[in-house]
């Protein structure tokens, strides 16, 4: 990203960042920005309101105490006196010009006992008066509140810490943290505003440094967005709404959203980072001061971990006498070490790192590579001393391609993490799968790899592809080895992709993987795991029971056909579970069940038509389809559909099996009542197009057409009353909804080649209809 976005170009000209007292801030003498400008107006309209009275002074607090209000922005305000008679009339004369203006106030009057009172039994109120600062009247009352507010919250750290900490925790918890989401709040959010400010508020207390460089620098990007944000929207809105993002984008500077999202995350990465860092600072200064009169005077223990590796006060540190420039994989093995030991890597350690380790060879050795395994196998451990590294710019050392998936946004709602974290994530569910195949080390450099081609133009499966074989020779992997990560990168969706789209019955389905793992059953179960891995670090909307039984049930059967495993007991699929259980009906009749989330329907005239009218009357009832299967049983056609409810209450059973029933024997108009559903919710921008595909190759004793559109309520009775409609046979389905995507695969019984145009336009136009 260009530099100048957080270097000044856009945070107005240099100056002093110095309170009026003279006593340097925190942020140390950075320029104001633009922000400054508002603040000073403010206080030029302000300072007019107070009359010219002795003993009565007006201060500012919070953000315009720091000058750092923004357009919409409240103004919090103080008005300080020393016991006048008239206080209240002055008060007045201050507030009601500010009321009338379409100024927000948050204010009180006090005097400076009564305001330190206030800041030592409200943690909030402190944090506001920390950042007092002078406006009008009495200058020698505001300094004189500034300086005591200061010296009692620097005087008793116990009183105030502790509850300092559950608000931030419990902030955490409410507003998630900010790098990793889609519409983070900017302000509240964990590595926001909020957080930086609370850093500030150390530092006064001599906890900790102040902050500075990256950190500064990214709280100032933070403002800024803020900034934007409140001038776009034209209110009050610290959450960075996706209906905002490209405005703000756009008066930032900045080519698209992604880049801004991509910045954002970084600087609240940053910001997180040095809040973590500090609150362990503030432990290890806290526990000194409770060991001081009973320690002794350097016996500090210090616990070996690995060559040149030690733990210190609860921290990882570099063994006294190791020289960093000599041992270019000295980084990967203190991180393994810090990682496998369950304790946070020393800021101190990594800056040393960071500043004095040469590059790896471009063939890393034996010990580096059996480093970064270990790292990756800790488990939750890694992520954390991971985040260290980075932070501190070591892993682009290991990684180059690393920094451009760094805070890469995904904008897909299955997806909680950027790119960079996904990665991290997809290695630490992987590392308890370890022991269950014979690689371990390809299954946690595959996960740790499976997604870096994203980002580049192409499919990122084939463009990482690439970027694996580069890195597998880096990392000094023999050329099989090699060969199975690259493999293990190109196929880390195929196992998915083809037990929830393809039928597991059509010996060409199965071909497809195996000749995709080399026949190789070694290959295929790390590939298994990987994928269990990816979709745990995507979120919970990736993974559940049924799509875990397609896909062991295609891993068992691919075993068998490259003849590395006995012959699985054959899993029916869940129509053939549904149907063998119910009572078969009679001509015109259907059996329902409903059970949970399975919706189960037996009956009807053809499959198209049973799953048509089936998931119309889902979508009626407000259940969205995400996974379907249907097929033939003894004759009758089944549909197994699992669907969750839209607004959170699953609908009356009784009621949707009547209906269910209804619309098989013909006596329910699903297409109307559908027709008036969608009437009633369409809005909103236009959908993206459809997309249909042939897949010759996908079976050997069926057609089958596959649809990529954007879900909707009835899209799969609408494309499948168009099946019906073209005269086609679907003897199965596979239906599967990723987030507002869906990928659905219809089984034709081999129609006329000649038709294949007609039927694919009668399904796009049924599917965006």
Known sequence: MPSDRQNGSLNGPAGSNNDPAGRQAPWGPAGPPPRAQISDELDRWLGGLLPPVAGVALVAVGSLGRR??????????????????????????????????????????????????????????????????????????????????????????????????????????????????????????????????????????????????????AYRLLLDTRDALHRSADRALDRLLLAEQDAVASALNYADADELLHDV????????????????????????????????????????????????????????????????????????????????????????????????????????????????????QAIGVWEACDRHGLVEKWLPEWGRVRSLPQRNALHRYTVDRHLVAA????????????????????????DIGKGLPGDHSEVGAGIAGGIAVRLGLSADDAEALVRLVRYHLLLPDTATRRDLDDPATLEVVA???????????????????????????????????LINDLVKRVHVLIGQGAAPTVRPRPFEVFAASAALPEPGECSVAVHGDEVSVIGGEGVQQLLSRAAGICAIHRLDVYAADAGVFDGHPVVVLRAAPRFGRLPDTALLSADLRRAVAGNYDVAAALARREAEAREGADPVPPQISWLPDASAEATVLELRAEDRRGLLHDVTAALEEAGTDVRGARVSTFGSAVVDAFYLSDPDESRLDQIGKAVLAAAGS
């Open 68 to 217: 750092e209000v923004v357009a919409h922005s409240d103004v919090d305000l103080v008005l300080l006196h020393t016991g006048h008679p008239r206080i209240s009339e002055i008060a007045e004369s201050v507030w009601y010009p500010v009321w009338d203006s379409t100024v927000g106030l948050d204010h009180a009057v006090r005097t400076v006992d009564e305001a330190v009172t206030v800041a030592r039994s409200d943690v909030k109120a402190a944090l506001g008066l920390l950042d007092a600062r002078y406006v009008a009247g009495d200058r020698a009352l505001a300094d004189e509140l500034a300086a005591t507010v200061r010296a009692a919250w620097r005087a008793s750290p116990a009183g105030w810490l502790g509850e300092l900490r559950e608000l931030t925790e419990a902030r955490w918890r409410t507003a998630g943290e900010l790098a990793f989401l889609l519409e983070p709040d900017v302000k509240e959010a964990r590595g926001g505003i909020r957080d930086a400010v609370t850093l500030r508020a150390l530092a006064y207390a001599q906890l900790v440094d102040a902050p500075r460089g990256s950190v500064r620098d």
């Open 265 to 380: 995350a970084d600087a609240a990465r940053t910001i997180a980072y040095a809040t973590d860092t500090a609150w362990r600072q503030v432990d290890g200064l806290l526990s000194k001061r409770r060991r001081w009169p009973i320690r002794r005077r350097n016996t500090v223990a210090r616990r070996p971990l690995a060559d040149g590796v030690v733990e210190q006060n609860d921290e990882v540190v570099l063994a006294r006498g190791v020289d960093p420039a000599l041992d270019p994989a000295l980084p990967l093995r203190f991180a393994a070490a810090a990682a496998v030991a369950g304790l946070p890597p020393a800021r101190s350690a990594l800056e040393r790192l960071a500043a004095s380790v040469p590059p790896l060879p471009d063939v890393w050795p034996e010990n580096a590579l059996h480093s970064l395994v270990a790292l990756l196998g800790a488990g939750e």
């Open 427 to 450: 290695a630490v569910a992987a590392a308890p799968m370890a022991r269950r195949v014979a690689r371990p080390d390809l299954l946690l450099i595959g996960a740790l790899l499976h």
């Open 515 to 549: 000749s995709a793992v080399r026949n190789d059953g070694v290959l295929l179960d790390v590939l298994h795991a990987l994928t269990e891995a990816d979709a745990a670090a995507t979120g919970p909307a990736a993974w559940s029971s049924w799509k875990a039984g």
